[in-house]
């Protein structure tokens, strides 16, 4: 079992950055590859960006790529989503998820409102 904790969301103007950190299960999250979801409303659910295990490799959406990055820190059983250049257009709830032994878990999710 694997459980994550997302938090950092809130209110932002355009063009502005957030940091959404996830903290994940000690124990499984080494071992785990993460990532992040949204879904604004009205839409469906999309991956925003994902990393290996080891962090080594990394992948985005094409519409946030050169905006966000995505990270992790094995020590501390987190990865961070960090936004950057924020549009209203990536309002949304952001879920982080881990995929542990082939198993994918799910946050609460954190909102996130970028206003024009």
């Known amino acids: 079992q694997v459980q994550l904790v997302e938090s950092g969301g809130g209110l932002v103007q355009a063009g502005g950055s957030l940091r959404l950190p996830c903290s994940a299960s000690r124990g499984t999250f080494a071992f785990s590859a993460m990532g992040w979801y949204r879904r604004a409303p009205g839409k469906q659910r999309e991956l925003v960006a994902g990393?290996?295990?080891?962090?080594?490799?990394?992948n985005f959406a094409d519409s946030v790529k050169g905006r966000f990055t995505i990270s992790r820190d094995n020590a501390w059983s987190t990865v961070y989503l960090q936004m950057n250049s924020l549009k209203p257009e990536d309002t949304a709830v952001y879920y982080c998820?881990?995929?542990?032994?082939?198993?994918?878990?799910w946050g609460q999710g954190t909102q996130v409102t970028v206003s024009s």
């Open positions: 998820t881990a995929r542990y032994l082939s198993v994918d878990y």
């Open positions: 990393i290996t295990r080891s962090g080594g490799s990394t």
